[in-house]
Every structure is written in C-alpha cells, then in structure tokens.
C-alpha cells in the first residue's frame, strides 16, 4: 500500500457534556451519569458507566427512568453555556500542538501532525492528551490516521482503549481494527448508505475498504467512494482549518408549560434576543434581517393550530441588543394572536456580517450609537466577569415561566466567582 505522506489525528473528548459536569463535581466521578437535551427530552451524554448498564444515546427519558432510579443514575439537564466555555478552553489548548487545525465539534478536532516523524506520534498523541487533561480536566482520545476517514476509525477503536490513543500509520494490524468497525460506524456512512451496503454484503470498514472501486463508482454517489478511497489511505478529504464565520443565528425554545399571554410570549423573545445579540458581538458580527417566529405545538390540539414569522430589514446594520429588542417585540405583537396556547417561540438572525467601521453614517450620532456600543460592551464584560445574566434588560423578565424544563440543572457557571468550588480546610 502506498501511503501519502499526510498525518492526521482527531482527538475526541470522552463523554463531553458528562466529562464537563464531573469537572465542578468530584463526588460523580465514578457513577453512572446522564446529560438530557432541552426540556429534560431524550439522552444526549453518558458516562462509561451509564452506557454498561444499557442506557442508549437519544433515548427519551421516561423509557429509561427506570434503570435511572434502581441504579442511582446522576442525571443532569443541559447548561450548554458550561460546554461551549470548557469547548473553547479544550481548543485553544489543543492549538498550540498543531497550527493546523479543523474544529469539527464541540468536543472534536482534526489536527494535522504531518510534520511530526512517523515513530514520535504514539508519544505526541499521549502528550496531547496529557496536557488537555492537567489543563482542562477533559479525558480524550485520540487516532492517527493517513486520512481524516481513518483518523476517526482509529479514533473509534481508541475510545475502547485504555491508553486512548491508537496509531494507524504505525501498526500493522489495521485491516483487524477496521474489521471490528461496523459499516454504519465509518465517518461519512449514513442510514440509508448502511442499508444498501448491508443489503450487499458490505459490513465491516473493512469490506468497504475491499470492495472493488468500479463497484462502489457504479452504486453510490461521489461520498461514497470518497469514503472507500480514504479507507485505503487515499486523502481524498483535506483539513478545513479555517472557522467560517456563521452567517445566521437562531435561539429558540420550547417552553416548559404552554403560554398564552403577550408579555409572557415578550419575556420570552427579549431573552432570545439578548442572548443572540450577545453571540453576534461576540463573533464582532452585525445583522441585517431580523425574524421572529411563534408557533402551538403541531401535535395538541391540531384543531387550533397556529404558526407565523414574520421578517424585517434593518435600515442599518447592528448588534445593539435594545435596538434588536425594539424590533423583535415590534414583530412579535404583529404576529400574536390571542387564544392559542404557544409551545415554542423564537428568533434568526440572518445576513450577518462583520463589523466594519465605515457601516456608521450620518445618523449615528443622533442614534447616540458611540454611547450605546458602550454600554453594549460594559454589559458583555460584566457577564463574562460576574456571571451569565448579571446584566440584563428587565424586559426579559425575572421569573421566567416560561423558560423550558430543567429539573436537574447543575447550576455551574463558569464566569461565576460565587460559583467557584471552596476548599475547606
Ligand atoms: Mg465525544
């Protein structure tokens, strides 16, 4: 086989979301723990120790309530915030091994090790992992591949590893490790590719790795034998390092009860605007066109079913949190309607772009606009520094009704000194 001179490694952290509870809270560490999605919904994180007692990925949690109760299971609803800060800390610490790096997802990143000699990968790997874990406290693994494809297969096997770390580029067994590696289980491999591969009899990496090229060329599309080459050591997939810039931005929710009144559905889109308006700055990004949407749920009640958005343009460009709220309520009580019972309430920002010096016009000192991006920025530093929401508009209200389930939230925030773990001595 003729290897490319290319070296990758996709480090993953393990178990992220539940890896990031346990950071703030030792006495879990040994303990089936579980990490719901909004609204307390389905499973979205387990531990090793949940994943041996049978709880699957995506289950919804009354099906697995039982198992939770007869085994003490810790379950935790999600504080994405504290994943987002401790993604950014695992990241940069991650950056200074390799330059060139692809963030693929919160908790995983490509790395490219390309000038790293083939006999000290096995060594780099475990500093990497090493080094994130003094750091930030996240258990990784990690897989060294020729491709990006291969990368994740190593990566795959890696995570059953005690050492964490496994070395395609190195070994000589990796027609073994691929034969362990079910078909639907390979990067790139989705439902419906696992079925017609399945149906002839390809179900393992490593029978996809075998099939003859003219096969997979005649049967599947340019995805399919992009997976298949790299499977071979062909690089077929290069290394995206740089962060595009989003171009929308939405939050939404689905409340935890039904709502029905303005001001509560007002509340509501106030906190998603500021929260929008937060993100944006943070990326130095301004908006164009702002939509607000509400809706019932489609599944009560089909009868009185009721869904609207509404968009506008904004005259000039901005990230002014007050200037979005204006807005987005002015939207807002043009597509109420009195008598439903809302279940989820939202709002997009699109046509975002980055801030640019020259965007001020003739209107801006009459918009006060030096003086708000001020204020704009004292709020955004008195978050960071005391606490997500120390700052906020009283418009979005204090008692949040309507904000969605979340009885197992673990309340860690990371830009809290209160929130700071004390040492007694
Ligand atoms: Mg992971």
New binding site residues.
Partial sequence: MLYSKKKFALV?????YVSCERLFNPSILKKPVVVLSNNDGCVISRSAEAKNLGIKMGEPYFKVAKIVKKNDVKIFSTNFALYGDISRRVMKTLKQFSPQMEVY?I??AFLDLSSIKNENLLEHAYKIRKTILKWTGIPT?IGIATTKTLSKAANYIAKKEKSGVIDFINSKQVDNFLLEIEINNVWGVGRQLTKFYIKNGINTAYDLKKIHNSWIKKNTNVFGSRTAMELRGFPCISLEPHEEKRKNCCVSRSFGKKVTKLEELSEAITAHSLNAAEKIRLDKQTVKKITVFIRTSPFVDKKNYYANSKSIDLAIKTNDSIELIKQALFILKNIYRKGYKYQKAGIILSGLEDVNSYDKNLFSKIRNEIKREKLMKAIDYANARYGRNSLSIAQAGLKKIWSGKKQHYSKIDTASFRLLPTVRI
């Fill in positions: 993953d952290c393990n178990s992220f997802s908790d995983e693994s």
